[in-house]
């Protein structure tokens, strides 16, 4: 039990550097191809992308930072009104904790047993598995997650600042897609394996709606490339 616990929270920490990573590649690449498109300079091309570095991670970072004290605070509230209850209404609590194993399958004797062994055991444990649905109270890391969100993001995005440098500018934005797409392929490969779903499926998703935004990019850039 405590190896599959283990494994399932590697599977979680690895998805979401994924899916991190994979918002560093189209983002970035989004609007180094847009700005690219426009027919700006090297310079300027190389500033978005560093832009884009800078304003992704920091947002991934504060994104993921608030999610999870959010989570942290509406699981402590819910705990903190369940003890309540527990104290002012313990023959409900019973009942209902009763209740949601009735509605699992069991007999309503034998729920009540059930709910009453687990209440005398640990009440707040019981309810808080069964009727809130918080398995385990894991210390919460915000900072943690928030570098580790703003680190995909910045790993996604090295590629394509890297190419900003390299490539000859007309070159730039074929070579810029065509990178992303291999990119993105193989890391949506890699997510589908971790997760068990159809590679092939996974990888070709995420391949088309990175290919729908770098192209909309792409043509706000020329739109806007003519106009200047
Ligand atoms: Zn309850």
Redesign the pocket.
Known sequence: MQNENHYIHRNNWLRAAVLGANDGIISTTSLVIGVAAAGSSRQVILLAALASLVAGAGSMAAGEYVSVCSQTDLEKADLER?KN??EATPKE?LE??ADIYVKRGLDKQLARQVATQLMTHNALDA?AKD??GINEMTTPRPLQAAMASAASFLIGGLLPLLFTIIISIEKMVVSQYLSAIVSLAILGGIAAKIGGSNIKKSAMRICFWGTVAMLSSALVGSIFGMNS
């Open positions: 369940e209850e527990l609590e209902e904790l309810h009727e809130l």
